[in-house]
């Protein structure tokens, strides 16, 4: 059972920031792709931010739509540690955050998708008000 735990949540006015991060045991960073999905009360889970292998099999971010040029992963594998700086917040963003593995690498738009990860954490609570 993968155990990821996620922490940095917490209440910001519209266009502020927010840094979510997440740690787990070392041979989960060790083994698998890294990412962050959503869900919103009501609304199905959004995958929205991942490390995947491009063509020269380097790990490389990508982005949903939704987020992208406003939230940046990162992540510290010799500290076991991963990162989403979420910038220029709009209540859209508000919903339970969650950290997950994927062996698979998958793409951040798949973390929407249980079967495709591997594990993940109970989730840090981000509530954007306008």
């Known amino acids: 059972q993968v155990q990821l735990v996620e922490s940095g949540g917490g209440s910001v006015q519209a266009g502020g920031s927010l840094r979510l991060s997440c740690t787990g045991a070392?041979?989960?960073?060790?083994?698998?792709?890294m990412g962050w999905f959503r869900q919103a009360p009501g609304k199905e889970r959004e995958g929205i931010a991942a490390?995947?292998?491009?063509?020269?099999?380097?790990?490389?971010?990508n982005y949903a739509d939704s987020v992208k040029g406003r939230f940046t992963i990162s992540q510290d594998k010799g500290k076991n540690m991963l990162y989403l700086q979420m910038n220029t917040l709009k209540p859209a963003d508000t919903a339970m955050y969650y950290c997950?593995?994927?062996?698979?690498?998958?793409?951040?738009?798949?973390?929407?998708?249980?079967?495709?990860?591997?594990?993940w954490g109970k989730g840090t609570l981000v509530n954007v008000s306008s």
């Open positions: 070392a041979y989960i960073f060790r083994d698998a792709c």
């Open positions: 997950a593995a994927s062996r698979a690498c998958a793409l951040a738009r798949q973390y929407a998708q249980p079967d495709a990860l591997d594990g």
């Open positions: 490390f995947t292998y491009d063509r020269s099999a380097t790990e490389v971010p």
